[in-house]
């Protein structure tokens, strides 16, 4: 027995009684008083503590588990919350058992008279408690409240698949009403509150970055001062590229001539392309998704742009479109497609007549389809135009012609440059970041889609006038949800709530809360329909690009400057980018899906530090390792290894992994570097990995084999010029004998590779993972509207349409099922999807064994390299997909060396 095994031994063996004395004492009370309540009356409200003594994993389950919760018949049980007491924690892992944990409930509520309280644990008891005066322990119960009030907001940012700005906004508001900080949230992917999020969330107009503009709304950041102050003088970071050297003329698409150079453009080639892209990326977000970052909130962009334009597809449009269309190409200024995009369609033509008669009789029907809308030609730079329109905003769809090309758009700006553009006006065709892009990628390829975002589009995009748009949008529409939900928590706690002024006078909204520089507001249509004064129906805004700004507040000029500020300290500059996406048939029902991805001036971002440890491209690489579901090399630069530029490689073995439920989470019951079969080895100068690994505690045995020093317990072989590291003996032996340098196809600088999971001990590993985060997907919107009811008293009936309108678009079960309310133990009704097993309802329990992982269907394996050349940077992919599921091999192939037994382990 080592020295800390037997000292621990050794305290376990003195405190032991004695803690089973006192937990002898505390069972024999809890037989009288599991439950224990206390509450104080108070202002505004009351605040109570319900503790309940329970396993820590049963307490850690629950805090998932929506069936836990506590409520009253009477509504006075106001702003639940749910924590667990962590004390006994370190005592429980010194004696080495689960000693019980005290979950918590924390809630306020109103008057003083006694309370009736239903407890769901899950199941259903009654507590009555009268509430008593004492203002210390008030205010120490409540500062305890709000403790745990916080510790839920930061639980909801945790989890990126739930919508977070209800709970942002009760937060802020009980900030304020308190008078407390709101609190920080730091990460790797949220930085503190003060930035609102990462610069890629800026620029995407995310749900993290939407519910930051509610928390300074909240805050009291409103517009006091008028739009009266010319727009920011700053010239956006952006990488500008010199045009290139080139001999004659780059082969270019006819198409490319009529698209502003300040759009995104995203080119089919061909009708069929596109078809098959939509078909390909529906495969992809339902199936990779749900495991990375996709929210079971539907908004149905595409759809909502196709009807916007009025552009429909039919069975005959796979037919007759190759026969009518050259070329497709989606160009836009921008992508915010729930705040007024300004996006099109733009067509060449090989038959002008009949694609002509096609929209012209898709445009007609439209306008007899919705309510109120108007078909029109109106004058645009000199142009007869199709001008499609409704009242609400959901037609909006402009149809111009310039000889054989077809634009359909829904933004008069975006019309004029296709005109312009055509006449020879800073086309996309003649931009040099396209022509480089060009001459790297010809169309001779033949691609699927080309993608190509322009410096041009970028500094556009971030301009000061797009940017100030985008800004008075996101605050309008976040004013909008912040007064409806001031509304409900106003009406649970009985107090008025009609105009702004009694929310403000309730502290449910900070003073001035809805002024806007623009002097927008919200009034109501004749319909009742909430309407913006400037830009028309939620979802359906004027485009960006027809409303831009020519002055702007002292507030909105500080918040443009502080983006432009965390922009450049983040990512330094922007610099255009390129996507190609290729397919090639490799045999009947397999195909290659080729992916490249191009940066160019990549110097001029912040990857340029991170690029320096790179070495030299490379014409060799690691061998490929059978038996290796994934694996990487990267070659970095001599500097770090105190010499030659050298090669880092790992790699992860096929093997068992251990896979349990625990508290309603999937989880590796043990230490994940035990638990997998995996290494990390350097050639041909391994210096610096010994550096970081650690070097060997002693002499190589004759197999080379030692083991380390350093703070990881690890093995560590040296073969020739190869050093090779794992937490596993056995694995050296089994990597070790195939190490080999080969030359590769072209030379690059990191190499990857993921493995067919088709038949091999990672495929359940998986499906139980794609299992978990789906389900978690599913269960993040049956957990918001149930969260609706708790927290501001919305009828359970009414949750699900509540839920939809706050987050602007519609909760889908990503699992297939329907949201629905459910019976729990107690007669009280919950939401949740049907696609759950019953036991998997409210808390993950078990993984279902019929439970097919879609992705595995058609997934084949993937190799990606990474080039760092010149000024640019290169990122390839092959991706192998298939239409039928393989028959799994016999056997996993490995080679491996005889095994030697392992040295006896030396004492320590």
Known sequence: MSTRSALLFDVRRAILPV????????????????????????????????????????????????????????????YPTLGQRRARKLLGSVLGIDLPQKLSFYFLFKGDQPLELDLYLPDRTKVTVTPQYGQRQYNRMLEDWWKSYVGLYQRVHKEDEYPIGVQTYLTAMWAGRLGQQMPKLEGFLIREHEQGGTVTGKLMADEAYRASVLR??????????????????????????????????????????????????????????????????????????????????????????GKMLALKESKMSAILGPQVIDDVALVGFDAYFSDGASVGVLFHAKNNFLLGTSFSQQRSAAAGEVPGAKLENVDIAGHKVSYLSSPDGSLRSYYATDGDFHFVASSRKLIERFYSAGAGEQPLSAASDFLTARMRYPITRDDRVFVHLSSAFLSNLISPAYRIELDRRLRSLETQRAMKLARLAAAQEDLPGDTEEQLVAGAFLPGGFSTRADGATW?????????????????????????????????????????????????????????????????????????????????STNLVGWAKKLGPPSPLRVAPILGDVVSLNVVLDGMLGGGE????????????????????????????TQAIQAYVGAWPKPQFLERMLGRPSGPYDAHGVARTAGLLDMWVRRADDFLLFSFKREVLFEVGSQLAMVETQRPAQAWFSLQDLVGTQYEQVATSFAYARTRDTSASGSRFMNSLTRQLHVERSAARGMANELVGGEFVCPLGGTYVLAEVPGGIQAWTSTAAAPNNQFLLTEVPGDYHFPLLEWFRGMRAELLRANDSFTLSADV???????????EPATAAEELPPPPPTPPK
Not at 527 to 535: D, F, I, L
Not at 541 to 558: H, K, Q, Y
Not at 880 to 890: F, G, M, N, Q, V
């Open 19 to 78: 803690v089973v004395a006192v937990l002898g004492i505390m069972a024999g009370r809890s037989a009288t008083a599991e439950i224990r309540v206390q509450a104080y009356a108070g202002q505004p409200l009351g605040v109570a503590r319900v503790e309940i003594d329970m396993p820590s994993e049963a307490a850690s389950a629950a805090m998932e588990d929506d069936r836990f919760t506590v409520s009253d018949t009477a509504g006075r049980v106001l």
């Open 216 to 305: 300074d709304l909240m805050l009291g950041d409103a517009d006091s001062d008028a739009a009266t102050e010319p727009l920011p003088d700053i010239t956006p970071p952006v990488a500008e590229v010199p045009m290139p050297n080139f001999q004659g003329e780059v082969a270019l698409e006819p198409i490319a001539t009529h698209v502003p150079a300040e759009c995104f453009y995203v080119r089919f080639g061909t009708f069929p392309n596109y078809l098959w892209l939509k078909d390909c990326l529906g495969r992809w977000q339902g199936d990779l998704g749900n495991m990375l970052i996709q929210r079971s909130i539907s908004r149905n962009s595409g759809d909502v742009i």
């Open 523 to 603: 009034d109501a249509d004749e319909s009742g329909r909430a309407k913006e004064t400037v830009r028309g129906y939620r979802g359906h805004f004027t485009p960006i690009a027809d409303s831009l700004p020519t002055t702007c507040s002292v507030s909105e000029a500080r918040r443009y400057q502080q983006f432009i500020s965390d922009l450049r300290n983040e990512v330094g500059s922007l610099v255009p980018v390129t996507a190609c996406v290729h397919r090639d048939e490799v045999a009947p029902q397999l195909e290659n899906i080729a992916i490249d991805v191009y940066l160019q001036r990549y110097e």
């Open 645 to 672: 530029p050298f090669h880092v490689f790992a790699g992860v073995r096929d093997g068992h992994l251990p896979l349990a439920v625990s508290g309603g989470k999937l989880q590796v019951p043990m230490q994940i």
């Open 880 to 890: 192998l997909i298939s239409e039928t599921k393989p028959d799994p091999p016999a």
